[in-house]
């Protein structure tokens, strides 16, 4: 373990030159892993996990939309693709990639094939932290660890396809074996990782869902509704007010702020552009803060958990999420997008 220095905070950071694959692939030698669900994150860790030469096999239920996935994915019912309680039981360790709403219902199943000495793993600390509302409560006799990698699924298997990786932080949240430790580094080398941050379920959660519904997604989906509508009603065209808001955030800024960080980017635009930044940041930092307080609030008290079990229980879920986000793309904004995409010159 490195600690590494992170603005003059120390934090444990795993590397790959401590843990290398031939390692890891040593310490899962006598495993089975199962991949419980093929939605997002399944595929991308059971196929990198393949593709890394680990025993895994792959639950889902069967005829379903992932199933037929899995299939088109080269998984073979019968040899490595078995419905949940077939994979549950031939597995010892367990990843749970169940949407967090349906862990709920598939966890007596795995519960009842979790016996001492296997491994339960997640990618998110949502079902054991909220645990009052998920009722996901191991046994003492089983290790409970995560790795969860800061980024979708079909990003963690794109980016290994590359050579490169997506990094995840690794959590134990129940060392019965004394072997945990291994175990989960080994399970974050194989998907890809390539440097696993330390972290405990809790603070994985509350990060997670405070991002998600903020920076990463929320917030920006409501900043850039914002300004598109100030400028439309100031008279600008739909393609003027979508150039200034997304288009040349994600062609030209941000590869810039992921490269060198933003005052490299900053660095690379006028005078005029950088004076007035500078100064109108504050401005979105003062006014959105009790925004973002609300938002930790609401994640802390397990009311965003609560609201998530929810929706992903609701029958008619995945219909009323299509409405939701046809209304999004059916918007002048991003219809807007749609046609400025196709002009990208690499598209004409
Ligand atoms: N989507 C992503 O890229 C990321 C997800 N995670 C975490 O990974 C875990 C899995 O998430 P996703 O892949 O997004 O899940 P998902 O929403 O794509 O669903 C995964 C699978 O669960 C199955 N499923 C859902 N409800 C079920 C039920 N009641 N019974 C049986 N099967 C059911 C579906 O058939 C699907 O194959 C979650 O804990 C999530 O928070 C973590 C990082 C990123
Ligand atoms: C992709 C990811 O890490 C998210 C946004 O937190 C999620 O899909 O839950
Ligand atoms: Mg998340
Ligand atoms: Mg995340």
Redesign the pocket.
Known sequence: MALLNFGGVEENVVTRAEFPLEKALEVLKNDTVAILGYG?QGPGQALNLRDNGFNVIVGQRKESASWTKAIADGWVPGKDLFDIEEACKRATYIQFLLSDGGQIDGWATVKKHLTAGKTLGFS?GFGITFNDQTGIVPAADVDVVLV??????TSLRRLFQQGKGLNSSYAIYQDATGKAYDKVIAYGVGVGSGYLFETDFRREVYS?LT??RGV??GAIAGIFEAQYAVLRENGHTPSEAFNETVEELTQSLMPLVAENGMDWMYANTSVTAQRGALDWRHKFREATRPVFEDLYQSVKEGKEAAIAIDAARRPDYRESLAKELAEIRESELWKTGKTVRGLRPENA
């Not at 969860?148 to 699924?153: I, L, Q, Y």
């Open positions: 997002v998110h969860a990698p800061k980024g979708s699924g997670d991002g998600e990463l997604m």
